[in-house]
Nanobody
Framework: QVQLIESGGGLVQAGGSLRLSCAAS????????MGWFRQAPGKEREFVAS????????AYADSVKGRFIIFTDNAKNTNYLQMNNLKPEDTAVYYC???????????????WGQGTQVTVSS
């Protein structure tokens, strides 16, 4: 099994930046893709960004394109979400996800972290 530990959330003013980290341990050789989802109060969990574990292919939600960057450090078994120009609507709990295929990203059988709170004040 894979275990995921997130860190880096916090409170920031609009226009500021935060970097989230997601450290993977366990059967990391089984990971094909990693990514981030978020869930705001009263809303469903939504996709934010993903990256192939070996690097290269990335995908972003339209709402974060041009502001967020996802990247990996395979030597540290860690992926990062650099969030720039943050907006109040980015406020949510952010969850790291690891999957054995792009099709299972965020779905049953994938692995979730515990979540980290990001709050953006106006």
């Amino acid at each position: 099994q894979v275990q995921l530990i997130e860190s880096g959330g916090g409170l920031v003013q609009a226009g500021g930046s935060l970097r989230l980290s997601c450290a993977a341990s366990g059967r990391t050789f089984s990971i094909y893709t990693m990514g981030w989802f978020r869930q705001a109060p009263g809303k469903e969990r939504e996709f934010v960004a993903s990256i192939a574990w070996t690097g290269g292919s990335t995908a972003y939600a339209d709402s974060v394109k041009g502001r967020f960057i996802i990247f990996t450090d395979n030597a540290k078994n860690t992926n990062y979400l650099q969030m720039n120009n943050l907006k109040p609507e980015d406020t949510a709990v952010y969850y790291c996800n690891a999957a054995i295929s792009t099709e299972t990203m965020g779905k049953e059988g994938s692995t979730w972290g515990q979540g980290t709170q990001v709050t953006v004040s106006s």
